[in-house]
């Protein structure tokens, strides 16, 4: 069965590239297209929707305000934000308050599809240097205190591989396939990079792995 995918932006050529771009896939249909957050709420009425698109600079209702409003009335929809490079704040506010990723508006189609693949599943899919905005907002002292805590801490040659594989967004079934492992090989290894880094989460995992250098961006 097709995922439904809302469209919500205020720029016509954004919101007909990315539909053109959706087309090519038979797993994916536009259901609905909206200028604003306003008009995207009433298609949620109409509609059964899978995942959000979500513009942050719009009339009316803007972006984070859609978010907002969705978390109040704890409606459960991925939602992935659409963005400009001179956005970063309002989208660290949006990673910060559930969305599920982020796409540059000029998205290619493989980055398109990851992503909503990933927030379909559940996932937060975030890219690195995009993380590390949102780390260095929580309070430093906490942050270098974990930091320094670990700072002996080394990753094997394989999970330093599995780490930088889950930065470029490969789940766990494709890292597994390129190793030669089991599935469940891989996430006992994903457990040990998270005990020896002292994270919680993929995405926290690949930002502390960046900022000590294991690996780079």
Do not use: C
Request: hydrophobic share 40%; net charge neutral; aromatic share 4%.
């Amino acid at each position: 069965m097709r995922k439904n995918i809302l469209i919500v932006d205020d720029h016509l050529v954004v919101r007909e590239g990315l539909k053109l771009i959706l087309e090519t896939n038979e797993s994916y249909q536009v259901i609905g297209e909206a200028e604003n957050g306003q008009e995207a709420i009433e298609l949620l009425k109409l509609h059964k929707i899978d995942v959000i698109l979500l513009d942050l600079n719009m009339p009316i209702m803007s972006g984070l305000e859609t978010i907002q409003y969705l978390n109040q009335k704890q409606i459960d929809i991925p939602v992935i934000i659409l963005t400009t490079y001179n956005e970063d704040e309002l989208m660290v506010t949006g990673i910060k308050l559930g969305a599920k990723g982020y796409l540059l508006k000029d998205t290619n189609r493989d980055d398109l599809f990851r992503t909503i693949e990933a927030a379909l599943r559940g996932d937060t899919l975030i890219k690195p240097e995009i993380m590390m905005k949102i780390l260095s907002l929580k309070e430093k002292g906490d942050f270098k205190d974990s930091e320094n805590k670990h700072k002996k801490s080394i990753l094997t040659e394989k999970e330093l591989f599995i780490i930088r594989a889950v930065s470029k967004g490969y789940r766990n079934k494709e890292i597994a396939l390129d190793m030669g492992i089991s599935e469940r090989t891989v996430k006992a290894h994903l457990t040990n990079i998270y005990n020896k880094l002292n994270v919680e989460s993929r995405s926290e995992a690949v930002s502390v792995a960046i900022k000590r250098g294991y690996i780079t961006i």
